[in-house]
């Protein structure tokens, strides 16, 4: 399989798998449908500038046809800790149980940010890959500047800036920061053994169905340059875009990357609401 599908499957947050390719012979499922009508808007909200305790953004991950499994990601609490209030992100992802016959996928990630500007204080990794496991480690130290990390091969440290985002950052980082439209933006992220500098371009709003509901919606894209950074990261080539609704929430609605071996695409499903949004009607 290849590892721009594992990458995908694990919520595209720079963990590489291994090579291959799985050939399946299996009547294809229907895919839905993702042609954004052709409606535009110039209007996009102001974010709320902060993460929703609790809801969970449940996605289906699909490749060639097929449904080849699930992820969710969820701003799972707020904690106080001695670097002040921090929300607890955590991203699960799996193949499903079909596909988990050919190649079984596996993983949890976990990140934990400032409230007030989303500085990652620690990030943990671990996933399965049939029976291979794989783990990674880091804590952020901004009195040195550093970010010490952890995996099978050891320990290490690499200097970072000041800005830098976790692998997971990508996904609530405009939330934070303003949308700006055909214009660049530069994304600092550290993936630790290596930095990152990532630019990005946002297409203005379109009006975008997916099976969780009907949202408007910008797409980000990175430059040519920073698409190189991400095959570096993932070890393989391709063309990564992410759709994000253009409300406050600014939620992650589909993440596609396009490979020699066609596009995979993780596409939001459902949210599940925080229990304490829950009424007794629901």
């Known amino acids: 399989m290849h590892k721009k599908i594992v990458a995908l499957i694990l919520g595209v947050v720079l963990i590489s798998g291994v090579s291959g390719?799985?050939?399946?012979?299996?009547?294809?499922?229907?895919?839905?449908?993702l042609a954004p009508e052709k409606i535009w808007t110039t209007k996009i909200e102001l974010a709320s500038g902060v993460l929703d305790v609790g809801k969970t953004y449940v996605y289906k991950v699909h490749w060639l046809g097929l449904t080849?499994?699930?992820?969710?990601?969820q701003v799972k609490e707020k904690i106080d800790s001695?670097?002040?209030?921090l929300y607890h992100v955590v991203l699960t992802a799996a193949t499903n149980k079909f596909f988990s016959?050919?190649?079984?996928?596996?993983?949890?990630?976990?990140?934990?940010?400032?409230?007030?500007?989303?500085?990652?204080?620690?990030?943990?990794?671990?996933?399965?890959?049939?029976?291979?496991?794989?783990?990674?480690?880091?804590?952020?130290?901004?009195?040195?500047m550093v970010v010490r990390a952890e995996d099978k091969k050891g320990k290490y440290e690499l200097?970072?800036?000041d800005k830098i985002l976790d692998p997971l950052g990508i996904f609530y980082y405009f939330i934070a920061n303003p949308v700006l439209i055909n214009k660049p933006i530069n994304i600092f992220l550290n993936a630790g053994k290596k930095?990152?500098?990532?630019?990005?371009?946002v297409n203005q709003g379109q009006r975008l169905r997916v099976p969780a509901g009907v949202f408007w919606a910008f797409q980000v894209e990175p430059t040519v340059r920073s698409e190189r950074q991400f095959d570096d990261a993932l070890n393989s080539p391709g063309s990564m875009r992410i759709w994000f609704s253009?409300?406050?929430?600014?939620?992650?609605?589909?993440?596609?990357?396009?490979?020699?071996?066609?596009?995979?695409?993780?596409?939001?499903?459902?949210?599940?609401?925080?229990?304490?949004?829950?009424?007794?009607?629901?």
């Open 68 to 73: 080849v499994g699930d992820a969710s990601l």
């Open 159 to 161: 200097k970072i800036k």
């Open 246 to 282: 253009s409300d406050e929430k600014r939620i992650p609605l589909i993440v596609s990357l396009k490979i020699p071996l066609g596009t995979a695409q993780a596409i939001l499903n459902k949210i599940k609401m925080a229990e304490s949004e829950l009424t007794s009607n629901d």
């Open 101 to 144: 016959f050919f190649y079984n996928v596996k993983g949890k990630v976990e990140s934990f940010v400032c409230v007030e500007d989303f500085r990652p204080m620690k990030y943990e990794t671990q996933t399965h890959i049939n029976k291979k496991f794989v783990f990674k480690k880091m804590e952020y130290d901004y009195e040195n």
């Open 195 to 201: 930095n990152y500098d990532i630019t990005v371009f």
């Open 21 to 33: 390719c799985s050939f399946l012979i299996r009547k294809r499922e229907k895919e839905p449908s």
């Open 82 to 85: 001695e670097q002040g209030p």
